[in-house]
């Protein structure tokens, strides 16, 4: 099922009152502060914040891999914490993730790579599965890189793969971690450019944890802010430079000196 | 409301050391829970569809077919130095044609399992341990979960059932090659007669013994296979191995330990309960 025909109006994911810590008993840093906001189906939403703020640890939750300390978090009204097994993986195809490395198989080439979700969860011959990857590959722009292997690919080759791995099952929601970490400024936009391509051609729900601001907010269709766990939405930059929170202003203007600096000689 | 977390600073000093072992305690149950659970998940994956067979034959490939000059030249010199130490010993009491049976018996109850089940612990359960860990690190692992692949039947369980089935055959390879290389240093070198090797072989071996040594490998190749894929799956779990790159390898190093000690101690508890 693609996101156009789920017409439920339901956010695609929805955070509530969610914690979560990290450490030893007894020695015990807690990431998420009760966070809570929804992610509207079919836009790009990006969860940006410093480092070591918890955007990584949103998208884990959201997948199950790891469990929240209270709190729910729903995806389609779901509580995932309840899920468990085949329910859990069930939930999963409904996913695609970019992870911030990639995470491409190093054993396997690009193909083989691409062509995994389809033999391993569908029941297509292989002549099937050949054509959709390759089909894939060629929208990426990776025709002729098929037998390749991730170790002999480029830092954006590598997230393109990853990508054409992410969207081959379909995914209603797709989420994408940290994925220009490492890139250089061209290739940088050359991937949002494609992403935003790809959004639009799909249709899918976005989640985009990124620190690379203020460059991956011309994607957001909504922001949200994550500082010292707690959690703060909007719909535009404007919002951000308007914002009366001290700390969203400290914020923004240390990551986004020259649009505050532009707005400012505007006034 | 989320649970208020207790400090180590909350905790008066009198009661530190209790709260440190009833802490280390505490880990020490979660680690075997886990440990449990992945041994079940692992044996539940060899079951599930669909069967990666082509995987398993990699995997039988570089364990079992990797491991067999090791595992020759291990068993070849084992055998040559047992004929020779049995030879002088046997000799003192005029007692050389007992020289196939102390051999043969030896290397198939003790040797044989044992040294196998170390060598494939240090070729290539260290291999699938620092495999696995570096797949963690990388999100690898995380990657099949996403795409609901199940780890344990698309990566753990084949490494499981090659382990199980090359290390009785490598063991059974190993006692024959030792049994040769005590027929080399015993009759060859020093002329204890050819007959007498073998006779005393086959009239001292039985049918129990070798079940003894096949039970023998087949639990060690159960714990050396368990050992090393799960301390690399839960790499990010483990206290004190740090983080990164550090960490693989310090898992690996703590597989092979734990793997070669495990060995060790089910070789006496199996030799006391089944002798």
Same mark, same amino acid.
């Given at each position: 099922m693609t996101a156009e025909s789920n017409s439920s109006d339901l956010p695609a994911i929805e955070f509530d009152e969610v914690y979560k810590s990290f450490g030893e008993r007894g020695r015990r840093h807690t990431v998420l502060h009760g966070i809570s906001f929804s992610v509207p189906r079919g836009k790009t939403t990006v969860i940006a914040g410093g480092s070591g703020q918890g955007k990584s640890v949103t998208l884990k939750l959201v997948l199950g891999l790891l469990r929240q300390d209270s709190g729910r978090i729903l995806v389609d009204g779901q509580d995932v914490t309840l899920l468990r097994g085949s329910e859990l993986r069930s939930l999963r195809t409904r996913f695609g993730v970019l992870f911030q490395g990639s995470?491409?198989?190093?054993?396997?080439?690009v193909f083989e790579n691409v062509a995994l979700p389809l033999r391993e969860r569908t029941k297509f011959s292989e002549q099937e599965i050949k054509e959709r990857v390759m089909a894939t590959l060629a929208q990426l722009e990776l025709s002729g890189h098929e037998e390749k292997f991730p170790a002999q690919l480029s830092g954006g080759m590598k997230k393109r793969v990853g990508l054409a791995r992410a969207l081959q099952l379909d995914p209603e929601i797709v989420l994408f971690d940290e994925p220009t970490t490492g890139l250089d400024p061209v290739m940088t936009q050359e991937i949002y450019q494609l992403f935003e391509r790809m959004q639009k051609d799909l249709g899918y729900t976005a989640v985009i944890v990124s620190h690379d601001i203020p460059k991956v907010f011309d994607l957001a269709d909504q922001i949200v802010l994550l500082n010292r766990g707690e959690v703060d939405v909007f719909t535009s930059v404007e919002q951000i430079r308007d914002s009366k929170k001290p700390y969203i202003r400290e914020f923004a203007e240390m990551t986004m000196g020259e649009l505050f600096k532009s707005d400012r000689s505007e006034c | 409301m989320v649970q208020e977390q207790l400090q180590e600073s909350d905790i008066p000093s009198w009661a530190r050391p209790f709260a440190w072992l009833g802490d280390q305690f505490l880990y020490l149950l979660t680690d075997l829970g886990r440990m449990g659970l992945f041994l079940l998940a692992a044996l539940a994956g060899v079951f599930k *569809?669909?069967? *990666?067979g082509k995987e398993l034959l990699k995997q039988l490939s570089f364990i079992g077919a990797g491991s067999i000059t090791v595992i020759f030249f291990t068993a070849l010199s084992s055998g040559m130095v047992l004929g020779l130490q049995g030879y002088y010993s046997l000799h003192k009491f005029g007692a050389e044609g007992m020289l196939g049976s102390a051999v043969s018996l030896t290397l198939i109850m003790e040797l044989g399992p044992i040294l196998t089940a170390l060598m494939v612990t240090g070729r290539a359960g260290s291999a699938m341990c620092a495999e696995i860990g570096i797949m963690r690190i990388s999100e690898q692992i995380d990657a099949l979960e996403c795409m609901a692949v199940d780890p344990f039947r698309y990566l753990i369980s084949p490494k499981l059932l090659a382990t199980m089935i090359s290390v009785p055959l490598l063991t059974a390879m190993f006692d024959v090659v030792g049994i040769f290389g005590g027929y080399l240093a015993?009759?060859?070198?020093?002329?204890?007669?050819s007959g007498s090797y073998f006779n005393g072989m086959m009239q001292s071996v039985t049918n129990h013994d070798i079940r003894l040594g096949i039970i023998k490998s087949v639990v060690f190749a159960l714990l050396l296979v368990w050992i090393s894929t799960g301390r690399g799956y839960f790499v990010q779990q483990i206290r004190g191995v740090g983080f990164g790159a550090e960490s693989v390898s310090k898992v690996t190093t703590q597989a092979v330990v734990m793997s070669s000690i495990s060995v060790l101690i089910f070789d006496y508890l199996l030799t006391a309960v089944l002798l």
């Open positions: 995470a491409l198989f190093d054993s396997l080439s | *569809r669909p069967f *990666r015993g009759v060859k070198l020093m002329g204890v007669s």
